[in-house]
């Protein structure tokens, strides 16, 4: 695996060549994720929207968190943190709102599990901002209260699901024998495309490392775009594909999921492995206010009717540029 990485970082023709194939892998990896996301949310008669926040977002940050972990362990805070909130930033500006823009209709939103979620997310996100700005750090206690309330988080998501409260019209046998051995298979399946998915994903990664540095743009710009996006494609090719097949409250939980994951999972566990000290405060107060800015909007949205339609996405896309951008106006390529 490292020998290929080298490779492709010192040669330029394979990087495009590399990531031309991981795109067409991605897609169909993609497809059969998303499939096998709702047998196995018929199966267990759990609301998509629910399965989207919890099992499929925890699947499609994997990138992230191995990203954002290795680059704590290896010394480079800024990598670590910077990834874990421009993946929010790309998850609800792009890949939301391809959703949004590609689905064949409008997108209907549980309120119940948007009320909830939504605040969850503020609130960790506000947390989050908080413990940087007062000095510059996000430390070991601070970054375990993060994944502390993560698993806060999920629990209460269990307790509202077994008191019925997150229902969505599902209409399914009770289980047996045969259910038991069709969620066995989906799961093995769903295994197989998450891995395709994030073996794409690092290929996709590396490839596009390799063809921003030959163009001589820094690796702090790298860090915070490139990379952001790269760890981020699970979730814009889940969108994509759940939009397409009508699956639009997966790609709605997937997002939802995947935001506070990124909070609370990605950038607390890395502060665990070690502090992450950001020394540059304009970096600090650029990320954190664009991102409160393109989720403010994003819920704002879906709470409007409690649809995603075509012309939200357009808006939510429209921000992501406009974050972008500003981005190269204040931390242009040197």
């Known amino acids: 695996m490292e020998t290929i990485q080298l490779a492709i970082q010192d040669n330029l023709i394979l990087a495009w060549a590399v990531i031309l194939v991981a795109f067409a892998i991605l897609a169909k990896c993609a497809d059969l994720f998303v499939d ?4 196995i949310a018929n199966r267990l008669q759990v609301p998509k929207l629910v399965i989207g926040i919890v099992l499929v977002s925890l699947a499609t940050t994997a990138p992230e968190l191995s990203v954002s972990l290795m680059s704590a362990l290896r010394g480079q805070p800024e990598m670590a943190l910077g990834n874990a909130v421009g993946s ?3 998850d609800d500006g792009l890949a939301l709102a391809l959703a949004g823009m590609l ?16 605040f969850f997310l503020l609130l960790v996100e506000m947390l989050a901002f908080v413990f940087v700005a007062f000095d510059g750090t996000l430390e070991r206690a601070e970054g375990a209260m993060l994944v502390g309330l993560f698993a806060a988080y999920l629990f209460f998501l269990y307790r509202q699901h077994k008191q019925g409260k997150f229902k969505d019209g599902l209409d399914i046998p009770e289980a047996t024998a045969e ?19 994030i073996l794409a994903s690092e290929f996709i990664i590396t490839s596009a490392t390799a063809i921003a540095r030959s163009f001589a743009i820094p690796e702090t710009v790298i860090a915070l775009t490139l990379v952001a996006f790269g760890t981020s494609i699970p979730e814009v090719a889940t969108c994509i594909v759940a939009a397409r097949k009508k699956e639009g409250a997966l790609a709605v939980g997937n997002i939802l999921g995947a935001d506070i994951m990124n909070i609370c999972w990605v950038a607390g566990a890395s502060a665990i492995a070690n502090d992450l000290v950001i020394t540059d405060k304009k970096q600090i107060f650029f990320m954190f206010p664009s991102m409160f800015v393109i989720v403010g909007a994003m819920l704002i949205m879906l709470r409007m009717g409690y649809r995603l339609t075509r012309k939200k996405g357009i808006i939510l896309f429209a ?12 931390f242009p390529p040197q």
């Open 319 to 330: 921000l992501y540029l406009i974050y972008l951008a500003s981005f190269f106006r204040l």
């Open 179 to 197: 259910i038991e051995r069709s969620i066995l298979r989906l799961s093995l399946v769903f295994a197989a495309a998450l891995a395709g998915i």
């Open 88 to 90: 929010v930033i790309c």
């Open 36 to 39: 096998t996301s709702v047998g």
């Open 103 to 118: 689905s064949v209709a409008p997108i209907t939103i549980m309120p119940n599990v948007l009320r909830t979620s939504g």
